[in-house]
């Protein structure tokens, strides 16, 4: 069993950046594939970014340019540096990891940028 913990949402303006964490109960995210998922109100929750045990990344379009996923060397923890927000970057964040053993969820963590 994984658990997940994302922190570092909150409140920015357009064009300011966030980096949301995402901290796991064990050293893991070398094993598999962990990606940050949103869900905006009344929309379908959506992959945003991913990196793979090769440390090869993958984003949404929407976010290309803008969001970057990273881990750290000890890979127990994963990063999202989001740069330029954007309000439509409103949403709950979800960090996922995801092995041959099973699939894990975070709790969330809540991004607001203003207009």
């Known amino acids: 069993q994984v658990q997940l913990v994302e922190s570092g949402g909150g409140l920015v303006q357009a064009g300011g950046s966030l980096r949301l964490s995402c901290a796991a109960s064990r050293r893991t995210f070398s094993l598999g594939t962990t990606g940050w998922y949103r869900q905006a109100p009344g929309k379908q929750r959506e992959l945003v970014a991913t990196?793979?045990?090769?440390?090869?990344?993958d984003y949404a379009d929407s976010v290309k340019g803008r969001f970057t996923i990273s881990e750290d060397n000890a890979k127990t923890t994963v990063y999202l540096q989001m740069n330029s927000l954007k309000p439509e970057d409103t949403a709950v964040y979800y960090c996922?990891?995801?092995?041959?053993?099973?699939?894990?969820w975070g709790q969330g963590t809540q991004v607001t940028v203003s207009s």
């Open positions: 990196i793979n045990s090769g440390d090869s990344t």
């Open positions: 996922n990891f995801h092995d041959i053993f099973g699939t894990y």
